[in-house]
C-alpha cells in the first residue's frame, strides 16, 4: 500500500491534473503564440503556475476527511471534462452545466463512445483508485496546519514571481486571450460550478412575478380564430437551409410553400437550457438571466391571462426548460404518447391527434408549440428515418472528430431534410383549417452548431466568443392564403426577410399574431407589425 503525506498528495495529483487533463489548454496556448524556442520558458512557467493553482485550491479545502472524496471527485469530473474539451472543444462554463444536468439520460446515450471509456479508465477509475487505496501519513492537528501555510505561501509567491518574470507573455495571456482559460482543467470548471450556483440559488421565490395581466385578445365576435402552430426547432443554423442560398437542397419540401425564410435570426444563447425560456421571457438577451426567467411568468402566461387562448405544449426533445409548467404539456419522446417511432420517437408523430385538440377548443384561438429532437447532436445520423439520407457518405458516430467534414454535413443536412418534411407536414395539416380560422405556422430553432469549422463541434459557447455557426438559426413564417391574406401584407414580409432578428422578437410576434392587448407587447420587436393592415 501506499503511503503518502497529504501534502505530498496534493503536489503528485496536481501535477498529473496538469499533465494529463489539459491537452486542450496546451494545444490552444501552442496555436496562439507559436511553438519558437523563445516561448518555451513561458510554457514551462505556466505549466509550473497551473500546477501551484491546483495545489493552493486543493490545500485550501483539504483535511483528514475531506483530500481523498476531493481528489477523487476531481479526478472524475476533470477526466469527462478532459474527453468533452478535447473531442468537441466545448467550453465548461456555467450555462454548459445547466444545460448538462437538464440534460435528459436518452441525450446522454448520444455521447457514449469507446473513447470516452478510455478516458473513464486511465483518468478517472485508475487515478482514483490509486487516491482510495492511498494510506495518507497525517500529522498533529497543529502540524497539518502549518505544512499547509507553508505549501499555500511558497505555492503564491512562486506565482508571483513566476508572473513579473514574465510579465510580457502574461499580460497578453490575461488581456487579449481570455479564452484560453476557458480550457483550464479542473480549475475553470470548478469556477462555474461556483458561478452555476450563484446563479441558481434563489431562483424560486415563494410568488412568480405576473406579468400581462392587462391582457386581452382584441378581434370582432365574427372574426375567425387563431390557429398558430409554433414549432421550436433543435440545433438547426440559418446557413444550411437552402431557402437561406445553402448549395445542397435540405428544403426540396419548403420551397413550394408560399413562405418567409428569415436569413438573420439570432438565438439568445447557445444551448437549449438558456436559448428556450429565454425566448419566451420578456426580457431581451441582453438583460435575460436564469435567474429572472425562473422567477417572472412568460409570454404563454400572458396568452393565458386573456382566458381566450388554449394552449397546448407537445414535447420531444428533453423538456420545455420550465417554459410550460403552467400550460397543457404532454411528452412525446415515448411510444405511450408518440405513434411514430422506431429507434427513436420521431418529431412527426407530435402531429397525430392535433384534430380531436382544435376540435375540443372550438371558439378559442389556439397555440399549439412543438418542441422538436431536430439536429440533436453528435448523433446526427440517428435524427432522421432512413429514407431521409440522400446526402452520403454519411457519419454514422458520435465520435466527430473520427469522421471527414463532408460525413458530418450530410448526416447534419439529411436530419433538416427531415426537419422540412416535418414543418411541410405541418403546413398541409394547417391548411384544411385555413377556411375557418386564421391559420398559420412559425419556426425557430432554439441555437446552431459548428460542425467542425476550426476544429469546434456541438454547441454551448460563451455567447461572447461563440462563433455565427452556434448564433445565426433557421427560422420561418407560414400564413395561410385565406384568412391570414385579410391581415397581412406578404410582400411586406419578404420585404423584411434579410432584417436583424433575434430570439428578443418572439414574445411581441406572438402576441401580435393572436391579437393581445397589453402593456408588456411591443410593436417595434413584432416581427409582423410592419406588414399588418389597417382594418
Given at each position: 500500500?501506499?503511503?503518502?503525506s497529504?501534502?505530498?498528495l496534493?503536489?503528485?495529483?496536481?501535477?498529473?491534473?496538469?499533465?494529463?487533463?489539459n491537452?486542450?489548454?496546451?494545444?490552444?496556448?501552442?496555436?496562439?503564440?507559436g511553438?519558437?524556442a523563445?516561448?518555451?520558458?513561458?510554457?514551462?512557467?505556466?505549466?509550473?503556475?497551473?500546477?501551484?493553482?491546483?495545489?493552493?485550491?486543493?490545500?485550501?479545502?483539504?483535511?483528514?476527511?475531506?483530500?481523498?472524496?476531493?481528489?477523487?471527485?476531481?479526478?472524475?469530473?476533470?477526466?469527462?471534462?478532459?474527453?468533452?474539451?478535447?473531442?468537441?472543444?466545448?467550453?465548461?462554463?456555467?450555462?454548459?452545466i445547466?444545460?448538462?444536468?437538464?440534460?435528459?439520460?436518452?441525450?446522454?446515450?448520444?455521447?457514449?463512445?469507446?473513447?470516452?471509456?478510455?478516458?473513464?479508465?486511465?483518468?478517472?477509475?485508475?487515478?482514483?483508485?490509486?487516491?482510495?487505496?492511498?494510506?495518507?501519513?497525517?500529522?498533529?492537528?497543529?502540524?497539518?496546519?502549518?505544512?499547509?501555510?507553508k505549501?499555500?505561501?511558497?505555492?503564491?509567491?512562486?506565482?508571483?514571481?513566476?508572473?513579473?518574470?514574465?510579465?510580457?507573455?502574461?499580460?497578453?495571456?490575461?488581456?487579449?486571450?481570455?479564452?484560453?482559460?476557458?480550457?483550464?482543467?479542473?480549475?475553470?470548471?470548478?469556477?462555474?460550478?461556483?458561478?452555476?450556483?450563484?446563479?441558481?440559488?434563489?431562483?424560486?421565490?415563494?410568488?412568480?412575478?405576473?406579468?400581462?395581466?392587462?391582457?386581452?385578445?382584441?378581434?370582432?365576435?365574427?372574426?375567425?380564430?387563431?390557429?398558430?402552430?409554433?414549432?421550436?426547432?433543435?440545433?438547426?443554423?440559418?446557413?444550411?437551409?437552402?431557402?437561406?442560398?445553402?448549395?445542397?437542397?435540405?428544403?426540396?419540401?419548403?420551397?413550394?410553400?408560399?413562405?418567409v425564410?428569415?436569413?438573420?435570426?439570432?438565438?439568445?444563447?447557445?444551448?437549449?437550457?438558456?436559448?428556450?425560456?429565454?425566448?419566451?421571457?420578456?426580457?431581451?438577451?441582453?438583460?435575460?438571466?436564469?435567474?429572472?426567467?425562473?422567477?417572472?411568468?412568460?409570454?404563454?402566461?400572458?396568452l393565458?391571462?386573456?382566458?381566450?387562448?388554449?394552449?397546448?405544449?407537445?414535447?420531444?426533445?428533453?423538456?420545455?426548460?420550465?417554459?410550460?409548467?403552467?400550460?397543457?404539456?404532454?411528452?412525446?419522446?415515448?411510444?405511450?404518447?408518440?405513434?411514430?417511432?422506431?429507434?427513436?420517437?420521431?418529431?412527426?408523430?407530435?402531429?397525430?391527434?392535433?384534430e380531436?385538440?382544435?376540435?375540443?377548443?372550438?371558439?378559442?384561438?389556439?397555440?399549439?408549440?412543438?418542441?422538436?429532437?431536430g439536429?440533436?447532436?453528435?448523433?446526427?445520423?440517428?435524427?432522421?428515418?432512413?429514407?431521409?439520407?440522400k446526402?452520403?457518405?454519411?457519419?454514422?458516430?458520435?465520435?466527430?472528430?473520427?469522421?471527414?467534414?463532408?460525413?458530418?454535413?450530410?448526416?447534419?443536412?439529411?436530419?433538416?431534410?427531415?426537419?422540412?418534411?416535418?414543418?411541410?407536414?405541418?403546413?398541409?395539416?394547417?391548411?384544411?383549417?385555413?377556411?375557418?380560422?386564421?391559420?398559420?405556422?412559425?419556426?425557430?430553432?432554439?441555437?446552431?452548431?459548428?460542425?467542425?469549422?476550426?476544429?469546434?463541434?456541438?454547441?454551448?459557447?460563451?455567447?461572447?466568443?461563440?462563433?455565427?455557426?452556434?448564433?445565426?438559426?433557421?427560422?420561418?413564417?407560414?400564413?395561410?392564403?385565406g384568412?391570414?391574406?385579410?391581415?397581412?401584407?406578404?410582400s411586406?414580409?419578404?420585404?423584411?426577410?434579410?432584417?436583424?432578428?433575434?430570439?428578443?422578437?418572439?414574445?411581441?410576434?406572438?402576441?401580435?399574431?393572436?391579437?393581445?392587448?397589453?402593456?408588456?407587447?411591443?410593436?417595434?420587436?413584432?416581427?409582423?407589425?410592419?406588414?399588418?393592415?389597417?382594418?
Open positions: 500500500m501506499l503511503r503518502l497529504q501534502n505530498r496534493i503536489i503528485i495529483s496536481s501535477i498529473f491534473l496538469t499533465l494529463f487533463y491537452y486542450k489548454f496546451f494545444k490552444d496556448l501552442i496555436l496562439t503564440y511553438f519558437l523563445s516561448n518555451i520558458l513561458f510554457f514551462s512557467s505556466i505549466t509550473i503556475v497551473l500546477t501551484l493553482l491546483i495545489i493552493v485550491l486543493l490545500s485550501l479545502f483539504s483535511s483528514k476527511y475531506t483530500t481523498k472524496p476531493i481528489l477523487i471527485t476531481i479526478f472524475i469530473s476533470s477526466a469527462f471534462t478532459a474527453y468533452f474539451m478535447d473531442s468537441y472543444s466545448v467550453v465548461i462554463d456555467s450555462e454548459m445547466r444545460n448538462s444536468l437538464q440534460t435528459s439520460f436518452k441525450e446522454s446515450v448520444d455521447l457514449f463512445s469507446f473513447r470516452l471509456v478510455l478516458y473513464v479508465i486511465f483518468l478517472a477509475i485508475i487515478p482514483s483508485y490509486i487516491v482510495y487505496k492511498t494510506k495518507i501519513n497525517y500529522k498533529s492537528l497543529k502540524g497539518e496546519i502549518v505544512s499547509k501555510l505549501t499555500i505561501t511558497l505555492s503564491l509567491v512562486i506565482i508571483v514571481v513566476i508572473i513579473f518574470s514574465f510579465s510580457k507573455f502574461y499580460t497578453s495571456f490575461f488581456r487579449e486571450h481570455k479564452p484560453l482559460r476557458y480550457n483550464i482543467n479542473p480549475i475553470y470548471w470548478i469556477y462555474s460550478i461556483g458561478n452555476y450556483l450563484h446563479k441558481t440559488l434563489d431562483t424560486a421565490p415563494s410568488e412568480i412575478r405576473d406579468i400581462g395581466l392587462d391582457s386581452k385578445v382584441v378581434e370582432d365576435e365574427d372574426e375567425p380564430k387563431e390557429l398558430i402552430i409554433l414549432v421550436i426547432g433543435e440545433t438547426v443554423r440559418a446557413d444550411r437551409f437552402s431557402l437561406n442560398g445553402y448549395s445542397k437542397e435540405t428544403n426540396p419540401l419548403l420551397k413550394k410553400e408560399d413562405l425564410s428569415f436569413t438573420n435570426m439570432s438565438s439568445c444563447g447557445t444551448s437549449t437550457a438558456h436559448s428556450v425560456p429565454c425566448m419566451f421571457s420578456i426580457f431581451p438577451k441582453d438583460d435575460y438571466s436564469y435567474k429572472k426567467g425562473a422567477s417572472t411568468k412568460n409570454v404563454l402566461d400572458v393565458n391571462n386573456t382566458q381566450d387562448v388554449a394552449i397546448l405544449w407537445r414535447d420531444n426533445n428533453s423538456d420545455s426548460k420550465g417554459v410550460a409548467l403552467r400550460v397543457d404539456y404532454e411528452d412525446f419522446q415515448t411510444p405511450k404518447t408518440n405513434s411514430i417511432c422506431d429507434e427513436e420517437c420521431r418529431d412527426e408523430g407530435m402531429l397525430v391527434g392535433l380531436d385538440y382544435i376540435e375540443k377548443n372550438r371558439g378559442r384561438d389556439i397555440l399549439i408549440v412543438l418542441h422538436q429532437m439536429n440533436h447532436g453528435p448523433a446526427y445520423y440517428k435524427r432522421y428515418p432512413k429514407e431521409f439520407e446526402f452520403t457518405p454519411v457519419c454514422k458516430t458520435n465520435q466527430l472528430e473520427n469522421c471527414t467534414q463532408e460525413e458530418i454535413s450530410n448526416a447534419y443536412d439529411n436530419a433538416i431534410i427531415y426537419t422540412d418534411y416535418f414543418l411541410s407536414k405541418a403546413i398541409n395539416f394547417l391548411k384544411k383549417y385555413s377556411k375557418t380560422h386564421e391559420a398559420g405556422l412559425l419556426y425557430l430553432s432554439d441555437h446552431g452548431e459548428s460542425l467542425g469549422e476550426n476544429g469546434i463541434y456541438l454547441h454551448g459557447m460563451p455567447y461572447a466568443i461563440a462563433p455565427k455557426e452556434q448564433t445565426r438559426v433557421a427560422s420561418l413564417i407560414w400564413l395561410d392564403d384568412k391570414m391574406a385579410h391581415e397581412y401584407n406578404k411586406q414580409i419578404k420585404e423584411n426577410k434579410d432584417k436583424e432578428y433575434s430570439h428578443d422578437n418572439l414574445f411581441s410576434t406572438i402576441l401580435g399574431l393572436f391579437e393581445v392587448k397589453t402593456e408588456v407587447y411591443k410593436k417595434e420587436l413584432d416581427i409582423l407589425n410592419e406588414a399588418r393592415k389597417e382594418d
